[in-house]
C-alpha cells in the first residue's frame, strides 16, 4: 500500500501570510494526488486535482505543485475562511490513501 | 444539484453490525464510482472503500476489509456499507462521496457511528 506523510502536522500563521504545506508518498503516484480542505464539523472539500488543478471555485490564492512522489500546497496570502485542515489524498492504486492533515490555525 | 445524504449511524456494541446508507440525487447514479471515506474524532481522514457503477469492482481498506462490504442499488439510487464485527477504532463520522475522474466532487454531511459498550 502507498503510504502518504504531510508536513507539519500544524501550524500557526497570520492573516496575509504564505503558507506551504508538503506531501509525500512511499513510492512514485505521477500526478495522481489531490487536495482537500476540511473544516471542524463539515465534510470535505476538493481544492485541487491532478496536483496542481484548481477546482472551480477555488480562489486563486491557492497552488499546488509537484509529482512522482513530493507535493506542495501553497497559499499565497492567508485569509481567515483558510484556517482549516488540509488532506493531500493519492489515487495512483487503492487504497487511496489520505495524508494524516496539516492543520492550520490563527497566530 | 447534487445531494448525498447518509444515514443509518448509530450506537452500537463491540462485535454488532450496522448498515449505512447514502441516498443519492441530483444527477444519474449509476455511471458514478463512489466511496466511503471516514473522520474518526480527532483524527484524519481514511478512506474505507470504493466501489463502481455495476459493482464489478470494489476496493477496500485493509483495516476493514473482510469486515466491510460496500453495495448500491441503481434502481433506488442508494448506496450501502455494511459493518460487521464493528470495533472501539471504527468509531467515526462515516462519509459517502461521488467521484468524478478519480476526485471525490461530492461529499454527504456524514452519519456518526459510535462503538462502545
Known amino acids: 500500500d502507498i503510504q502518504m506523510t504531510q508536513s507539519p502536522s500544524s501550524l500557526s500563521a497570520s492573516l496575509g501570510d504564505r503558507v506551504t504545506i508538503t506531501c509525500r508518498a512511499s513510492?512514485?503516484?505521477?500526478?495522481?494526488l489531490n487536495w482537500y480542505q476540511q473544516k471542524p464539523g463539515m465534510a470535505p472539500k476538493l481544492l485541487i486535482n491532478g496536483a496542481s488543478n484548481l477546482q472551480s471555485g477555488v480562489p486563486s490564492r491557492f497552488g499546488g505543485s509537484g509529482s512522482g512522489t513530493d507535493f506542495t500546497l501553497t497559499i499565497s496570502s492567508l485569509q481567515i475562511e483558510d484556517f482549516a485542515t488540509y488532506y493531500c489524498?493519492?489515487?495512483?492504486?487503492?487504497?487511496?490513501?489520505f495524508g494524516p492533515g496539516t492543520k492550520v490555525d490563527i497566530k | 444539484e447534487v445531494q448525498l445524504v447518509e444515514s443509518g449511524g448509530g450506537l452500537v456494541q463491540p462485535g454488532g453490525s450496522l448498515r449505512l446508507s447514502c441516498a443519492a440525487s441530483?444527477?444519474?447514479?449509476?455511471?458514478?464510482?463512489m466511496h466511503w471515506v471516514r473522520h474518526a474524532p480527532g483524527k484524519g481522514l481514511v478512506w474505507v472503500a470504493r466501489m463502481n457503477g455495476d459493482g464489478s469492482h470494489i476496493a477496500f481498506a485493509d483495516s476493514v476489509r473482510g469486515r466491510f462490504t460496500i453495495s448500491r442499488d441503481n434502481a433506488k439510487n442508494t448506496l450501502y456499507l455494511q459493518m460487521n464485527s464493528l470495533r472501539v477504532d471504527d468509531t467515526a463520522v462515516y462519509y459517502c462521496?461521488?467521484?468524478?475522474?478519480?476526485?471525490?466532487?461530492?461529499w454527504g454531511q456524514g452519519t456518526l457511528v459510535t462503538v462502545s459498550s
Open positions: 462521496a461521488r467521484e468524478t475522474n478519480w476526485d471525490l466532487e461530492y
Open positions: 441530483g444527477f444519474t447514479f449509476s455511471p458514478y464510482w
Open positions: 513510492q512514485s503516484i505521477s500526478s495522481h
Open positions: 489524498q493519492q489515487h495512483h492504486s487503492p487504497p487511496f490513501t
